[in-house]
C-alpha cells in the first residue's frame, strides 16, 4: 500500500479507527463542551494530515499550539495515555510549521487588499446595516467604474470621503447616497483600525499557495495562525478566516476526488462564523463549504455545540469527532439528543447518555467508509499527539520565523499607487484651479487668456487622473464579488 493510502489513526477503542485520506475532503467535525479534549484532538488531526504529506491551515486561538514544531516526550499524562492504548510504536516526533499573524508580530504578516474582500465581508466587519452596506458597495462600484484601487484602508477612507464629497452629482448615476450611512461606514472604520485591523489590509496579500507546501521529507506544512489577539475581534477573526476559505475556492483548480486533500483547513470557534451572518452570506459560505471539497480541499469545524452549524453545513460533515457535552437545562438535554441523532446507531450503545459520561480525550467517533458512507459510532480515545504540548517560547518562535523561506517577503510592505494617492492627485489639482481662479481676477483683462488656458489644461488633467486608471486589475473573489461573480479583471 502506498503512503498516500494508508489510514490516519486518530482513535483507539477494541481497534484503532482512521480517518482514510480519499474521504479526508468530505469535511468533518470536532465538537465538544470547553475542557473535553478539542484542542489535543486538532493536534492529533494535524499532525496525521502533515504525516502524509497534507498541508493544514488551522487558527491558534489559546496559544497553545505552538509546540508543534518540537517532539513531545514533556508530559507524563500523554506518556500515561500511550501505555494505555498500547501504542507500541509511537514515537515522539515535531513537524514542519509555518507561523502566520496578521498583526505580524509571532508569525509572517497577513494581509489581504480592500478590493479583494469586498463589501459583502466588509460589511460585516463593520456591523453595517442593510443601508448602509448598499452605501459602501455603491462606494465599491464608483472605484470600479473608475478603475480606482482599493488597497488599504486609506483607500478605502479616501474614497468614502470622495463619494460623501460628490454625493449631489454621484446620485445621477448610482442613487441615493445617504450622509449618515456615510458616516456611519467612516465611524466603523475608525474603531477598526483602532483594533489594528490596518495592518491586514494592503500589500503584499497573501499568496495562498504559500500555505501548500511539504518539506524535504515530505510532510506537509501545518500553518498556524496566531489568533490569541485577532479573537478580540470576533468578526474580524471569522470574516479573515471565510476570506481565505473563498479566495481558496475561487483560485484552485478542480480535482475532483483526489487519492488525498490538497488541504486541510481548521475552523476553531466554527459558530463565529454564522452568527448574526446576514442571508446572503449565509448561502455563500453554504455554497463554498458544499463546493471546496472538489478543489481538494477538506474544511473541519470546531465547535462546542454542533448546533451552532447550519443544518445544510452539518449534513456535509462527513467524519465526526464529538467529545462530552453538558446538560444543565431542558435546552442542553435537547443538544445532547439531537447530537447523539447525528450519528449512525451501535446496538446497544445509548449515544445519548454516552455523550455526557465521555471522559477528558474520550470521544464517540464516526468516519467515512471507502464507499463514502458513515461508520456505526464508537466510543474510543483520542491518540495523544506527538508534538510537544509547552507553547514555543518567543526566542524558539522567532527563530523559525526567521528559518522560513518565506522570511522577508511578507514583512515588507508595498504600497503603489492607489485610490489614496490619485484622489490626492485630483485634491490638489482642484486646489490650484481654485487658486488660480482666484489669482485670474485679480489680474488685468488682457492676461485671462492664457490663465482661462491653463484652467482648462488643469481640469482636463484632473478628469484624466480617474479616466486613465481605467483597465488596472481589480480582483475580487467569490465572497468580495459586488453581485456574486467571480474575478473581475
Known sequence: MNKEAVPMVIAKAKAEIAILPKMANRHGLIAGATGTGK??????????????????????????????PFPGGENARVSERIRELGLEDFQFQGFPVMFWD?????????????????????????????????????????????????????????????????????QKQYGNISAASIGAIQRGLLNLEQQGASSFFGEPALNLNDLIQTDVNGKGFINILAADRL??????????????????????????????????FFFDEAHLLFDDAPRALADKIEQVVRLIRSKGVGVYFITQNP???????????????????????????????????????????DVAAVIMELEVGEALISVLDKKGAPTVVERAYICPPHSR??????????????????????????????????????????E???????????????????????????????????????????????LGSLFGGGKKR
Open 102 to 170: 496578521v498583526f505580524g508580530k509571532q508569525g509572517h504578516p497577513v494581509r489581504a487588499t480592500i478590493s479583494e474582500m469586498g463589501p459583502l465581508l466588509l460589511s460585516r466587519i463593520l456591523s453595517l446595516n442593510d443601508i448602509q452596506t448598499g452605501v459602501l458597495t455603491l462606494v465599491f462600484k464608483v472605484a470600479d467604474d473608475n478603475g480606482l484601487l482599493l488597497l488599504d484602508l486609506k483607500d478605502l477612507r479616501s474614497m468614502i470621503q470622495f463619494v460623501g464629497e460628490q454625493a449631489p452629482q454621484l
Open 231 to 264: 479573537m478580540q475581534s470576533p468578526k474580524l477573526y471569522a470574516t479573515f478566516l471565510l476570506w481565505m476559505l473563498a479566495e481558496l475556492f475561487e483560485q484552485l483548480p478542480e480535482t475532483g476526488d483526489p487519492e488525498k486533500p490538497k488541504l486541510v
Open 307 to 349: 448546533l451552532d452549524l447550519p443544518e445544510t453545513v452539518l449534513g456535509q460533515l462527513g467524519n465526526r469527532v464529538q467529545h462530552a457535552l453538558r446538560a444543565f437545562t431542558p435546552r442542553d438535554q435537547k443538544t445532547v439528543k439531537a447530537a447523539a441523532e447525528t450519528f449512525r446507531a451501535q446496538k446497544g450503545l
Open 39 to 68: 484542542t489535543v484532538t486538532l493536534r492529533t488531526m494535524a499532525e496525521q494530515f502533515s504525516s502524509i504529506g497534507v498541508p493544514v491551515f488551522m487558527a491558534d486561538v489559546k496559544g497553545d499550539l505552538s509546540g508543534l
Open 432 to 478: 490650484q484651479e481654485t487658486a488660480a481662479v482666484a489669482a485670474e481676477k485679480q489680474r488685468p483683462a488682457a492676461g485671462r487668456g492664457q490663465a482661462g488656458d491653463f484652467l482648462a489644461a488643469a481640469a482636463k488633467s484632473a478628469a484624466h487622473a480617474i479616466g486613465s486608471q481605467v483597465g488596472r486589475q481589480i480582483i475580487r473573489g467569490v
Open 389 to 430: 504540548l509547552t507553547p514555543l517560547t518567543s526566542d524558539e518562535r522567532g527563530r523559525i520565523i526567521k528559518a522560513s523561506v518565506l522570511f522577508g517577503h511578507y514583512e515588507k510592505t508595498v504600497d503603489r499607487e492607489s485610490a489614496y494617492e490619485i484622489l490626492k492627485e485630483k485634491t490638489a489639482k482642484q
